[in-house]
Structures are given as structure tokens and as C-alpha cells.
């Protein structure tokens, strides 16, 4: 098993600072019932939420365009 590099900071409340390898990013939100909103270095967009129930969590994923 490959040994990983991963480690997060809170710098403000609700804000993290999340840094790897090969990248970093910062997740705000995340309170009680509410969405986390992820931005990387690498130019994805993350939204994700707790959900009640059986459903668990749900995540939406954008990654950076080309040509805009």
C-alpha cells in the first residue's frame, strides 16, 4: 500500500486549509445541515452535504474548463 501525504489546517472558523501532494485546497461551510464548498489548487469545484436518512452524503463535482 502506497504511503499518502495529506494533512488540513483550520485557519478560520468554517474555513480549512487541506494540502497533498500534488495540490491544496479550501473548504468553507460544513455547519450543522449545511453544504462544504471545496476550491483546489488544480481547479475543481466540489459541493458537498450531509443528507438525511439512508441517503448519506451527496457531492457535485466540477472541473476546470479549457478555453475559458
Known amino acids: 500500500m502506497p504511503l499518502t501525504f495529506r494533512k488540513s489546517f483550520r485557519i478560520l472558523p468554517g ?9 491544496w485546497s479550501i473548504t468553507t461551510g460544513g455547519g450543522k445541515n449545511g453544504p462544504r464548498y471545496t476550491r483546489s ?20 463535482t466540477r472541473s476546470r474548463t479549457s478555453g475559458h
Do not use: A, C, E, Q
Open 15 to 23: 474555513v480549512r486549509l487541506n494540502i497533498n501532494k500534488k495540490s
Open 41 to 60: 489548487s488544480t481547479g475543481r469545484h466540489t459541493t458537498s452535504m450531509d443528507l438525511p436518512g439512508p441517503f448519506g452524503w451527496r457531492r457535485t
